[in-house]
């Protein structure tokens, strides 16, 4: 069936940059203060991602609008964000101004997160620590008992960590952590351990 509309239109002749600017424009017609940009370059390549977060960029200037993004991709993340927290299983575990929490990350998750990101340089590619988690992702709708990362964490230890679920605290001003251990794990004074997929399964 033949559409309608006028090719110029009709969403599918549009292109990626045209349906995301569309979207924006219908985000703030009504000239909202804040809005909520859930995955806003996804499926988008490169170069038509960079067009649509310098539109956002341009609209937060223009408009004074307060924007909170909703992404997977940490380089969006770190060039779009003033402040970042990162969730796992539907928590906050983490919470800092972008340049501090890139620079470095204090919750074991962010710090796996950040280790999985590529560098371009070979010669640090090849030495940096990687972080590999093991065992599956748990069900968010029954969650492990206690810090809910435990069953994946490198960094778990025998008490608190299964038992008590971490309060977000400020660890350095303007930095919360959901951890027991951040301060130890920083300095180094707690070591890592491997979970294995049959103990993240029991747990």
């Keep these: 069936m033949t559409s309608p509309w006028p090719p110029w239109r009709d969403p599918a ?21 804040f809005v909520i940009a859930d995955e806003p370059v996804s499926a988008l390549d490169v170069s038509i991602q960079a067009q649509v977060l310098n539109l956002l960029e341009e609209l937060q200037q223009a408009l004074g609008l307060t924007f909170l993004v909703i ?7 770190r060039h779009v964000s003033d402040v970042v927290a990162v969730m ?70 025998e008490t608190r960590c299964d038992t008590e679920r971490p309060a977000l605290r400020e660890v350095r001003p303007g930095h919360t952590v959901a951890c027991h251990y951040a301060e130890e794990i920083l ?13 993240a399964a029991d747990a």
């Design 13 to 33: 002749h549009t292109s990626g940059l045209g349906s995301r600017a569309a979207g924006i424009a219908r985000a703030i017609a009504l000239e909202p203060r």
């Design 71 to 77: 992404a997977h991709d940490l380089a969006v993340v």
């Design 88 to 157: 796992y299983l539907g928590g906050i575990v983490e919470q800092a101004p972008s340049d501090d929490l890139y620079a470095e990350p204090l919750h074991p998750y962010t710090k796996a997160l950040m280790s999985s990101v590529p560098v371009p340089d070979p010669v640090v590619e090849a030495t940096r620590e990687r972080i590999l988690l093991t065992g599956d992702l748990p069900s968010p709708s029954n969650p492990p008992s206690g810090c809910r990362f435990h069953t994946r964490c490198p960094f778990a230890q």
């Design 187 to 199: 300095a180094g004074t707690v070591t890592t351990r491997t979970v294995t997929p049959e103990q």
